[in-house]
């Protein structure tokens, strides 16, 4: 089929079913997942996503029902997830490195019905995370990649699949509505507490089929998804693209540097998005030059300030011909604006880009008001691409979206006459370390859980691999003793490795207002201060 042809044929799509059905249609036989040897063509595929819609539908699961995913990048993540929404069921991802209590709390919220997820992942056991959880709402849990569990199999579960007929699950496929809700994707809150971001399935696929056109994904392209799958960046810039765009998607359970550049050269990878810290790391490899890298064509990147003269490497280093910052949040699908390909250097590093179709996008002060260009405000947007609101979570919505539809981000920008975004600064003290966005309260409402600590405070401080990482200021109940290599060592064993503090000063008081609230800009300026004596 042509490029105009299947172009037309996705033009009207509404729902992610929709989106299964049309890339089957257009792209066939051609490859569309790869993971070690294991090769599935977009028909094959679409096969299995419906094969678990039917064994979900067998078990009783219902449109808007909720059902959850927390395993690695690897093709049954895939697969589980499209079933999913096959099903008229309700995607919830989780974050691979999450504890217990976090994975718990989510699946409480949400109610999750069924859990699919890698039992042993980097030395994890996931259900045995749950064990202590209370979880009235989880029928099953799922597990990939097992010969023995006490939890049903994925082949198991897939054999399930044959009572129930195909035209039972065309019926279920097709019932779903653009406005459906197609996932809910969790970010953490300055309340501490993570949120759930409802988007649907036609707001998703509009967004991307328009991110994918400015990267320049291409029929045929090999997409190295190195972004995990349970993040915006890799399920939908990365599962949702590569259908639209007819691309070959590779998942990547673990990014390391020089594996990364194994499989770049072994499997001609042409697509590579992520993070800054994942370039960097890339350009900082000591035998990159011995790597065959010449089939690198497009990438997407942002989440953090860039130099120029990173942006000059990835091209002439790492041979990328088209690179592209952008700025998004789970809020926004995603993705609120994008550089063009043919930007400079300067703006691709400085700037997030411009606004994408139909979206509105403006810089604002305390009163909502439009500023000049030039002046730095609050970056508020309107659009088709705005989610649906945070479940079970009114009063939080409408903080978030005012009366006039502004979503109001929390983030500090400048736009140029070009329309160009700049972010200075974050109203949240929201922080990003790899990549991962890193919220103080939460992390703050962690610490708060040891017996030892009376008070403590999270700042994000500068960090060369990673961008920012947290540092706690911490003051002591009294007679208590706790050293640095304690308090870390617990941090690991409560929280996703990326929310764990780096650095820990324990103070005798943190500074505060005359409302009670700790002066963060007080406890930078120390850390400040500090660096600048070092340089005397």
Not at 226 to 254: D, E, M
Not at 368 to 397: C, F, H, S, W
Not at 424 to 448: H, Q, V, W
């Amino acid at each position: 089929m042509s490029q105009l042809a299947i172009a037309k044929s996705h033009s009207n799509l509404v729902s992610i079913p929709q989106l299964l059905n049309a890339a089957e249609a257009c792209y066939g036989k051609q490859t569309f997942l790869k993971e070690g040897e294991v090769t599935l063509s977009f028909c094959d595929f679409a096969g299995r996503a419906k094969q678990v819609a039917a064994a979900l539908i067998g078990r009783g699961i219902q449109p808007g029902d909720h059902i959850a995913v927390w395993a690695p990048n690897c093709i049954e993540w895939v697969i589980a997830a499209l079933g999913v929404q096959c099903s008229g069921a309700v995607l919830v991802t989780l974050n691979t490195r999450y504890k217990g209590n976090e994975a718990g709390y989510i699946l409480r919220l949400v109610g999750a019905k069924l859990l699919f997820v890698m039992e042993h992942f980097l030395n994890c056991d996931y259900p045995a995370l749950l064990v202590d959880e209370s979880l009235p709402d989880l029928q099953e849990i799922v597990v990939f990649r097992q010969t023995k569990s006490v939890h049903t199999l994925w082949e198991d579960f897939l054999a399930a699949a044959v009572d129930i007929p195909a035209q039972v699950v065309g019926t279920r496929m097709a019932a779903v509505g653009g406005e459906d809700i197609s996932d809910i994707l969790f970010t953490s809150g300055t309340t501490g507490r993570p949120k759930g971001v409802m988007t649907c399935h036609a707001q998703n696929i509009r967004i991307f089929t328009e991110w994918g056109d400015i990267v320049g994904i291409r029929e045929g392209d090999r997409y190295l998804a190195v972004n995990p799958f349970f993040h915006c960046f890799g399920y939908k810039a990365g599962i949702l693209v590569s259908l639209i765009r007819g691309a070959t998607l590779l998942p990547q359970a673990v990014f390391d540097s020089s594996e990364t550049l194994k499989r770049i050269a072994a499997e001609k990878i042409t697509v590579l998005p992520g993070p800054p810290t994942i370039f960097l790391s890339l350009l900082a490899h000591p035998e990159l030059e011995k790597y065959d890298i010449s089939s690198l064509k497009s990438t997407a990147t942002g989440a953090a300030a860039i130099p120029v003269t990173m942006i000059l490497q990835m091209k002439q280093r790492l041979g990328f011909e088209r690179v592209i910052t952008a700025y998004g949040l789970t809020e926004s699908c995603g993705i609120v604006s994008m550089c063009r390909a043919n930007d400079s250097a300067e703006i691709i590093a400085n700037t997030s880009g411009r606004a994408l179709a139909d979206i509105e996008l403006r810089c604002v002060d305390g009163n909502n008001q439009e500023l000049a260009r030039g002046e730095p405000g609050e970056i508020v947007l309107r659009g088709y691409n705005v989610m649906k609101g945070y479940i079970d979570n009114e009063a939080a919505t409408g903080e978030a979206i005012d009366s006039e539809g502004w979503l109001h981000t929390g983030d500090i920008g400048v736009m140029d006459d070009q329309g160009n975004l700049r972010i200075t600064d974050r109203l949240k003290d929201m922080f990003i370390t790899g990549g991962f966005n890193c919220y103080p309260a939460e992390i703050e409402n962690n610490l708060s859980r040891h017996p030892a600590i009376a008070m403590n405070a999270i700042i994000g401080i500068a960090d060369k691999r990673l961008g920012e990482v947290a540092m706690a200021f911490v003051v002591l109940k009294e007679g208590a003793k706790l050293n640095q290599t304690e308090l870390i060592g617990w941090c690991r064993e409560q929280m996703a490795n990326y929310k764990v503090p780096r650095y820990v000063r324990f103070v005798d008081v943190l500074p505060l207002n005359a409302s009670g609230k700790v002066m963060k800009y007080e406890l930078r300026n120390m850390i400040t201060f500090e660096k600048l004596l070092e340089t005397i």
